[in-house]
């Protein structure tokens, strides 16, 4: 009798010793008054927990979370455009300054080499972008891509700080 | 209506296919039984609504990584508990880890004198020791009572052994069992 201790007493609750043990267990409280309070104490906390009910948050909270996944849909949305539009302005970028690579490897070649055709037209596609980016140009060029960048960048940062705190509110 | 009906894998496939609105349907599903197990582990209402927020969202951005090789209660719960435990320990509260003995709880015994048992509700007493208990705790008696989760599921979600879980939970019980010894609250709480 001695020897049920607390562990015991909680398995024998929780149905997880053999069937002898359980008759074992069962004797020993129908014997002892001593373990019979133990148990029912026990017994009784088991009930008490299984009868707790749950608490509610806040009436629209489901409603809250359903706001908060289309915020961040739309910011998703709106966040993909922007990259887009960064990106495809890149794009332009790139094809301008391999466009003048093209035109400048295309002059060095003799005009021997081309034919007729490909050289009035890579010179008339040289001539533009080597007005573009000529050294008058280059520079204010430079100057106001790297203005968009920073500008840019600026604005990226500042939506994504915006979009964070809206998530976390 | 039709979609309370419906099992949570046959929401998730729906939330899935790009409709949203099932989502609700989860939300209110898990919404209360989670909200009272991070209210025990965090000790504050406003905390647990907003770290319930959190693990909401976190689930719907996650949910095309779940799988269905677990419940989807079981990896929810994961997300809670450990969304709250990251709460915790940002918060730089003491987490309570698996206790040596149960002297380490005697500290809630002792807390509570026999004149609050006389003034109030034995019952909200109860509740609120029960609130009280350390976190993992607290997550242990709130998944196997309240969701009715097996002890294998909360050792999955816990990431212990399913022994460890019991310990944890009988211990939870001797310490109210004790308690309620000690004031004499048998009967009221039958």
């Known amino acids: 009798m001695n020897n049920i201790n607390d562990e015991i007493f909680n398995k024998y609750l929780d149905k997880e ?153 | 209506m039709v979609m309370n009906n419906l099992s949570d894998v046959e929401i998730i496939e729906s939330v899935k296919k790009g409709n949203q609105a099932d989502y609700s349907v989860l939300i209110d599903r898990y919404k209360n039984k989670a909200f009272t197990m991070l209210k025990r582990m965090l000790k504050n209402e406003f905390d647990a609504e907003e770290v319930l927020m959190d693990c909401f969202l976190k689930a719907y951005n996650n949910i095309g990584t779940f799988k269905f090789e677990s419940k989807f209660s079981t990896w929810f719960y994961r997300i809670v508990y450990n969304t709250a435990l990251t709460k915790l320990s940002n918060s730089k509260r003491i987490i309570e880890s698996e206790m040596s003995s149960i002297d380490d709880l005697h500290y809630l015994q002792s807390n509570y004198n026999a004149d609050d048992f006389i003034k109030a509700d034995n019952s909200l007493l109860i509740k609120k020791i029960v609130n009280e208990l350390p976190p993992k705790n607290a997550a242990v008696v709130s998944m196997f009572y309240l969701e009715e989760m097996s002890t294998e599921e909360i050792s999955d979600v816990l990431q212990i052994s399913v022994a460890n879980v019991k310990v944890i939970l009988h211990r939870s019980r001797n310490l109210l069992r004790d308690i309620i010894e000690k004031r004499n609250l048998l009967q009221e709480i039958i």
Do not use: W
Not at chain 1, 62 to 87: G, R
């Open chain 1, 17 to 169: 010793l053999n069937r002898e043990e359980m008759d074992r267990i069962k004797i020993a409280i129908e014997n002892s008054s001593e373990l019979k309070k133990k148990y029912e104490a026990l017994l009784s906390v088991n009930i008490f927990l299984k009868n707790v009910e749950s608490e509610s948050p806040s009436t629209d909270f489901t409603k809250k979370v359903m706001e908060k996944i289309e915020i961040k849909k739309a910011s998703a949305h709106q966040q993909k455009y922007f990259l887009f539009t960064i990106l495809s302005l890149l794009g332009l970028i790139v094809c301008g300054i391999t466009g003048y690579v093209f035109y400048e490897t295309i002059t060095s070649i003799q005009a021997s080499e081309t034919s007729d055709l490909v050289s009035n037209y890579s010179n008339s596609i040289g001539d533009y972008f080597s007005s573009l980016f000529g050294k008058k140009n280059l520079s204010i060029f430079g100057s106001v891509l790297s203005f968009i960048m920073l500008v840019s960048g600026y604005f990226l940062y500042d939506y994504q700080k915006y979009s964070k705190k809206n998530f976390s509110h």
